[in-house]
T-cell receptor, first 112, second 111 residues
Framework: KQEVTQIPAALSVPEGENLVLNCSFTDSAIYNLQWFRQDPGKGLTSLLLIQSSQREQTSGRLNASLDKSSGRSTLYIAASQPGDSATYLCAGTYNQGGKLIFGQGTELSVKP | DAGVTQSPTHLIKTRGQQVTLRCSPISGHKSVSWYQQVLGQGPQFIFQYYEKEERGRGNFPDRFSARQFPNYSSELNVNALLLGDSALYLC??????????FGSGTRLTVV
């Protein structure tokens, strides 16, 4: 069964810290991997997409990497800000156009 | 350019009733997917449609059905509602089967 685990489930850090969120897959044959942000009661906002031929993507203070051999992805957030407080979800597909399989998310709180 | 739009935003239904949720994809996106997100969990895949054909179905009972129209908009129907159907229902559209863009969701409460 293809499952996704995100560690930690919750994280609280002071403003300005660099932090890493982790995501692992029981089936390492990931095709595409996408990181999302979700604010309370809202939909999902796409942050980064790592396509099948790529290993990492960067956008501003965010960097996501994918190690297919180990079935793991990390999301690195530099110089965290209170506005980064949200739940972060990773999701993978196993073929082009396939369904997204989500982790349960990491709830991040950045304290001023 | 409008994003993925879903309607209604909130809905309260009674057990046993039927509900229809609507989704309009981003212009040019031919793939629409539906996900159910229960509080505290990650979204779970329900259906995917591409060019009006069902491409995939998740592990949900037959009370759940969907369809896609010629303009690529989609409806999700749920019959005989149960309390456990209370969730945030998310619609996503995709262009070229790469990244997925989600709508803001429909919050369904079954009482």
């Amino acid at each position: 069964k293809q499952e996704v685990t995100q560690i930690p489930a919750a994280l609280s850090v002071p403003e300005g810290e660099n932090l890493v969120l982790n995501c692992s897959f029981t089936d390492s044959a990931i095709y595409n991997l996408q990181w999302f942000r979700q604010d309370p009661g809202k939909g999902l906002t796409s942050l980064l997409l790592i396509q099948s031929s790529q290993r990492e993507q960067t956008s501003g203070r965010l960097n996501a990497s994918l190690d297919k051999s180990s079935g793991r992805s990390t999301l690195y957030i530099a110089a965290s800000q209170p506005g980064d407080s949200a739940t972060y979800l990773c999701a993978g597909t196993y073929n082009q156009g396939g369904k997204l399989i989500f982790g349960q998310g990491t709830e991040l709180s950045v304290k001023p | 350019d409008a994003g993925v739009t879903q309607s209604p935003t909130h809905l309260i239904k009674t057990r046993g009733q039927q509900v229809t949720l609507r989704c309009s994809p981003i212009s040019g996106h031919k793939s629409v997917s539906w996900y159910q997100q229960v509080l505290g969990q990650g979204p779970q895949f329900i259906f995917q449609y591409y060019e009006k054909e069902e491409r995939g179905r998740g592990n949900f009972p037959d009370r759940f059905s969907a369809r896609q129209f010629p303009n690529y908009s989609s409806e999700l129907n749920v019959n005989a509602l149960l309390l456990g159907d209370s969730a945030l229902y998310l619609c996503a559209s995709s262009f070229r089967d790469l990244d997925y863009t989600f709508g803001s969701g429909t919050r369904l409460t079954v009482v």
